[in-house]
């Protein structure tokens, strides 16, 4: 627009000039600011015919039209640099792409053929209602994982968890202080990787046990319902927790700890364990661990957390035990997974455990193993399976002295991505009458239960939870 204009200034002086042979003193004014505007635009001109084609196109699109409505444009100089200049770089899109959110819901519907009084199906840990449309779990996973790669050495982890077993496996004033305090938190702690070697992880808080062969969170399991050794053995520690991988075979950790399923400690004594990984092969995976600790308390519980028995602390207790038990317990617990092929799992477990009351006392003793299958028919389709024998001595699981035995078989069906249906048949047995019947009093030799599970987990985490 500018260029014409001046182009018809330019012509309109020069028609002037030409009607008359001597110019007028404002003639000669006019002609001197043509002349001048002449050369600017022809200046400009050489200017836009130098630069890049499409430098030149954004400044001429950038001038705003006379027609145009609204806010003008910026100039061609401004709309250059915003072009050429990188964007600020926000924290909030690095945080969430490290961070996954996780959710998982587990419920099922389990019959005991038994129709025991009360409901309800003995040994259980997760699996303890028969007859009822039950919630297992329902949990929220919170990490964020050191990733080294990315110059991060600090993680933190937040797991809660809610249903029938957050009430089985977080606690009772048994083993906790207060467990109300802690209850739906399953897992809270955090880790950092000191620059040692090949990499020194510590943590620090609450998190699940890995002695055994099960774990928490059904859709990482082969079977619906837990073993026996799953509901003895210990379901998660508070300390510190120390892992350290030698070479790409062999791995140990070392853990200091308040005790066996104790978020406060109630004695003040604290437990130790030493676990070993090994990989002879990539396929398979040997776990010898060994966990010894005082589990007796020195103070008696106090039950109602609406009083507080001192200042400001409602549940702890101040009434001591004058002759606090001192016998320890050991733990020998071993595992073994071998990916025979790409779908055929085998697995097995075996453990002794030795509890004193007091250090002359005489030992209650478990021994136990356990033997897994799962093989993966189709894409979706599985079938697992899992025997056990566990011999409570002393009766430190079931509250009496026998050998019990359990057979499990899992059929697995997966609808969709993070939506698994379980169909299970299990049978429990003892050498003695011990689960409960129809009767009040009535006790049988065995219990047979059919278990639908179902499972439905989505988030960014990926693998085991």
């Not at 926000?90 to 053929?113: E, I």
């Not at 899992?386 to 069906?413: C, I, P, W």
Request: charged fraction near 15%; aromatic fraction near 12%; proline fraction near 7%.
């Amino acid at each position: 627009m500018i260029l014409k204009c001046a182009f018809l200034i330019f012509v309109a002086g020069s028609v002037c000039l030409s009607a008359q042979d001597e110019p007028t003193e404002r003639e000669k004014q006019l002609l001197d600011v043509v002349q001048k505007l002449a050369a600017r635009v022809s200046a400009l001109e050489q200017k836009l015919n130098s630069m890049p084609s499409g430098v030149a196109t954004t400044a001429v699109v950038g001038a705003p039209a006379a027609s145009q409505e609204g806010p003008p444009s910026p100039p061609p100089q401004a709309a250059s640099v915003a072009a050429n200049t990188p964007a600020t770089p926000s924290t909030t899109p690095d945080f969430l792409a490290s961070t996954t959110f996780n959710l998982m819901l587990d419920g099922y519907y389990a019959y005991n053929f038994n129709r025991p009084i009360g409901r309800v199906n003995l040994l259980r840990a997760y699996d303890v209602s028969s007859n009822s449309f039950s919630l297992n779990q329902a949990t929220v996973v919170i990490e964020r994982a050191p990733d080294l790669k990315a110059g991060r050495r600090y993680g933190v982890r937040i797991d809660l968890q809610y249903g029938q077993a957050t009430e089985t496996a977080q606690g009772n004033p048994a083993n906790e202080p207060r467990p109300q305090v802690y209850r739906p938190v399953w897992q809270a702690y955090g880790t950092y990787v000191f620059p040692v070697g090949s990499g020194l992880t510590v943590d620090f808080g609450k998190w699940a046990s890995s002695l055994g062969f099960e774990g928490n969170y059904n859709k990482d399991q082969i079977n619906y319902s837990r073993s026996y050794l799953f509901n003895y053995l210990p379901y998660y520690h508070f300390g510190f927790r120390s892992t350290y991988n030698i070479n790409d075979r062999v791995s140990v950790a070392w853990w200091l700890v308040n005790g066996i399923g104790q978020s406060e400690d109630f004695n003040g004594l604290k437990s130790n364990a030493f676990l070993f990984t090994l990989k002879p092969a990539e396929n398979i995976a040997w776990n010898v661990n060994y966990y010894l600790g005082e589990e007796g308390r020195d103070v008696n519980a106090a039950y109602n957390p609406g009083l507080a028995s001192i200042p400001s602390q409602p549940g702890l207790s101040i009434d001591v035990v004058p002759h606090p038990p001192r016998g320890k317990t050991h733990i020998f617990d071993s595992t073994l997974s071998w990916n025979a092929s790409s779908k055929l799992l085998l697995g097995a477990e075996a453990d002794e455990i030795i509890t004193r009351v007091n250090p002359s006392s005489t030992p209650s003793r478990v021994s136990a193993g356990a033997l897994y299958a799962r093989h993966q028919v189709t894409p979706k389709f599985a079938l697992a399976g899992r025997g056990e024998y566990f011999s409570d001595r002393g009766g430190t699981f079931s509250g009496s002295t026998q050998a019990l035995k359990e057979t499990t078989g899992t059929l697995e069906y997966k609808l969709a991505d993070g939506f698994l249906v379980r169909g299970e048949w299990r049978r429990d047995f003892s050498n003695h009458p011990f689960f409960f019947a129809d009767t009040p009093g009535l006790l049988k030799k065995e219990q047979n239960t059919a278990t639908l599970g179902m499972l439905w987990w989505f988030g960014g985490k990926e693998g085991s939870w």
